[in-house]
Structures are given as structure tokens and as C-alpha cells.
């Protein structure tokens, strides 16, 4: 997808950050001199988890200042929501906005659209994942008004049954009746 701003919504355990980070490496690899950003509106989500699991993938790791540098000049940055205010001023390639609904209104996404203007590449992107959240501002930019630069992606868990653990599946489909709410 070379869409300008591409979501991926979906249930639990069906490759989201998966997606999200090898997005954002590729194009880190294909585009010399990149500048890409990770953010995570939580500081302990971005490294317990999403820092986690770029090293588990990639098999490399994030330095102290939270970056990962490529031979060809390309710059990943893995920030949290809080951090956000001291990027002015910044020219980035790419971003990635992960649990992209745990943000409340869409400032942060808008103020990274602001920033998508690097100058080393045949196109910028913004990415968001995210959990399904009922009709919040990414239901209203993706799925209710969708553009042409906006392009929506959907899937359940059960679309990733193939690759999840049999119990995990059978214990998902018992919280249908025992947890309705959650499920």
C-alpha cells in the first residue's frame, strides 16, 4: 500500500504491530536517509511492548535514545505521547502511530501529518493500527468519510485463526457468551 495514511484496525492477535513495524522497516530500507517515528501514547506500552517486539523480529536493538540506525543513513524513532511536543520542527519520511485509539482525539495524528514532509522519497506515509473503539476520531477519518488518501484496513481474530494457538480460539469463542462485552 503506498496510500498516504493506510489504517489497520482490528481485533486482538492478528499482526498488527507486526505490520506496522515492517512497514516502517522496509521503507526505512528501500529510502536512504529516512526519517521515520514510532509513537505509543504510553511510555511503559512502547517498552514493554512495542520496543520488545521490533528487537524480537528485526534482531537488532534500540539504542539509549530510543533509535534505530540503518547503514543507509535511515533513522527509526520510538517515542511516547508525551514526547511529541519537543519534535518541532522535525522532517519525517514516515510515521506509525500504534493503539492509535488509546489516543483520544485525532492532535496527535494531525500534528504528525504536519511533520510528513521529508524530501528522500517517492512518497510519505502516516500509518496508524488500532483496536476497534466504537465511533471515535479514526472511525470518522477511516471508515465514516474515508478519502482518497486514506486507505482502511479490517480484520478479526478469528481472520488469523490459522496462526493463533487452537486454545487461545476456543477460549476467545467461549467469551462470546461468558464476557460480551469484551468480546
Known amino acids: 500500500c503506498n496510500n498516504r495514511y493506510p489504517a489497520f484496525i482490528a481485533g486482538i492477535a492478528t499482526g498488527k504491530t507486526y505490520f506496522m513495524l515492517l512497514k516502517v522497516w522496509e521503507y526505512c530500507q528501500k529510502f536512504p536517509e529516512s526519517l521515520a517515528l514510532i509513537v505509543r501514547k504510553e511510555f511503559t506500552d512502547l517498552r514493554d511492548s512495542t520496543l520488545k517486539d521490533f528487537t524480537r523480529y528485526f534482531g537488532v536493538e534500540v539504542d539509549g535514545d530510543k533509535e534505530h540506525y540503518f547503514a543507509n543513513g535511515s533513522c527509526i524513532m520510538f517515542r511516547h505521547g508525551d514526547e511529541l511536543n519537543v519534535l518541532k520542527n522535525i522532517n519525517l519520511s514516515i510515521f506509525a502511530i500504534e493503539q492509535a485509539e488509546e489516543f483520544e482525539s485525532e492532535e496527535t495524528f494531525t500534528y504528525l501529518r504536519d511533520r510528513l514532509r521529508r524530501n528522500n522519497a517517492d512518497y510519505r506515509q502516516g500509518?496508524?493500527?488500532?483496536?476497534?473503539?466504537?465511533?471515535?476520531?479514526?472511525?470518522?477519518?477511516?471508515?465514516?468519510?474515508?478519502?482518497?488518501?486514506?486507505?482502511?484496513?479490517?480484520?478479526?481474530?478469528?481472520?488469523?485463526?490459522?496462526?493463533?494457538?487452537?486454545?487461545?480460539?476456543?477460549?476467545?469463542?467461549?467469551?462470546?457468551?461468558?464476557?460480551?462485552?469484551?468480546?
Open 127 to 183: 500509518i496508524i493500527i488500532a483496536n476497534t473503539n466504537g465511533h471515535n476520531w479514526i472511525w470518522k477519518l477511516w471508515k465514516n468519510n474515508p478519502q482518497e488518501e486514506f486507505k482502511l484496513y479490517e480484520a478479526t481474530t478469528f481472520d488469523n485463526a490459522d496462526n493463533l494457538p487452537e486454545d487461545f480460539i476456543n477460549d476467545l469463542k467461549r467469551m462470546e457468551k461468558e464476557s460480551p462485552s469484551h468480546y
